[in-house]
């Protein structure tokens, strides 16, 4: 079977190496999104395993398209029984690319109407759609003559973890900050400080790498968990897997500390750690006071954009002058505004554009980073 696993703009190659890390087969570069092959148990591992993947998806059939009656046509044929019947709601989805004369929401309804008719014929019964809900989420890629149809195995996006208590006012997702703490080049063996951290995201992302604890076990029930086709003697399949995942984790990694000036965003930062198993060290702090203290450290942070100009400004000054008092760190810093990094005045070891939600920013990576 082949495997879609999506991935957030500028993410790819980080997804592309941890899947490869993994051990999943024929792991390709992809824009977009990294396919693999396997069996459908490898899909499964995928969704508990991947922290960076944003969804993964099962590749139901390819087929020639050149018009929408092309695509209802082709997605018809497609083995739908095998993954439901009309017991199951679906929901169904589109992207069309500029070579294709039609609006998303048709195509997407055509493949809706194909579903329904394929069970009519078996069934002389068929699905009811659940735009909230669905047991079965349906994609279709119709771009340049070609149409690709996929199963979401994943259900709620992966980013939803099911460890986060509360998210705070502008929360980053896990997915991102687990692609972020692989940019970045952190080892999992370095101390690591997040001096913004807000709700604890990045600090919670990085102690389950380093700890080896597979992202997805604390999710209730996947997509593929409400397919026709999982059964009971799947779902012990399923258990064991994720007893085996458990059993995995080394539950090890360095010191990895939050510091935040709101304290009330620490508790909610030292919900979320304990909610995930882990006892992490949360400090109220402003961000002048950090100090190197002369051993080498990791620092990572997204820090907040978008307050008043003036609180803004200062605080970028005092980002800047961290990282020059920081001799023999490596920081990385996500900047949703050109004016976040203006200040350090320092050649990068490395950029990468990126996306948070909408917003279009840059990671930016120092090594060694100047002189007090």
Request: net charge positive; charged share 25%; proline share 5%.
């Amino acid at each position: 079977m082949e495997f879609y696993v999506t991935a957030g703009p500028g993410t790819e190659s980080v997804l592309r190496d941890e899947l490869c890390e993994l051990g999943f087969s024929q792991v390709r570069l992809n824009r977009g999104g990294i396919p693999f092959f396997g069996e459908m148990r490898d899909g499964w591992r995928a969704c508990l395993q991947t922290r960076i993947g944003q969804r993964v998806m099962l590749v139901l059939g390819r087929y020639a398209a050149e018009t929408a009656d092309d695509v209802y046509a082709g997605a018809r044929a497609l083995p739908w029984s095998q993954y439901l019947t009309p017991k199951q709601t679906i929901a169904t989805a589109a992207y069309v690319h500029e070579s294709c004369p039609e609006n998303p929401n048709f195509i997407s309804l055509k493949l809706k109407d194909a579903i329904v008719d394929s069970q009519r014929d078996e069934f002389a019964a068929r699905s009811s759609v659940s735009r909230d809900d669905p047991d079965v989420r349906a994609f279709v890629y119709w771009s340049r003559g070609k149409a690709t149809v996929y199963l979401d195995l994943s259900g709620e996006p992966l980013f939803k973890r099911g460890y986060r208590l509360s998210g705070g006012e502008a929360p980053l997702k896990e997915t991102l900050a687990a692609a972020m703490l692989r940019l970045s080049g952190w080892d999992r063996k370095t101390p690591l400080v997040d001096p913004m951290c807000g709700s604890g995201t990045l600090v919670i992302e990085a102690a389950l790498w380093a700890a080896n604890i597979a992202p997805g076990i604390w999710r209730e029930r996947f997509g593929f968990e409400r397919w026709a086709n999982f059964g009971s003697e799947e779902a012990g399949e399923m258990a064991a897997l994720r007893g085996q995942m458990r059993r995995e984790a080394t539950r090890q990694h360095p010191r990895i500390t939050g510091f935040d000036a709101d304290e009330k965003v620490l508790e909610s930062a030292r919900a979320n750690a304990r909610s995930a198993g882990l006892n992490l060290s949360f400090r109220q702090m402003q961000l002048r006071e950090l100090q190197g203290e002369g051993q080498r450290r990791f620092l990572i942070t997204n820090p907040p954009y978008g307050v008043r100009l003036d609180a803004e400004n200062r605080l970028y000054q005092e980002l800047a002058a961290a990282v020059h008092r920081l001799v023999g760190w490596r920081c990385a810093i996500l900047a949703g505004s050109p004016q976040c990094i203006r200040n350090i005045k320092l050649n990068p070891a490395a950029t990468f554009p990126l996306k948070n939600g909408n917003i279009d920013c840059q990671l930016t990576v120092y090594e060694n980073a100047g002189v007090p």
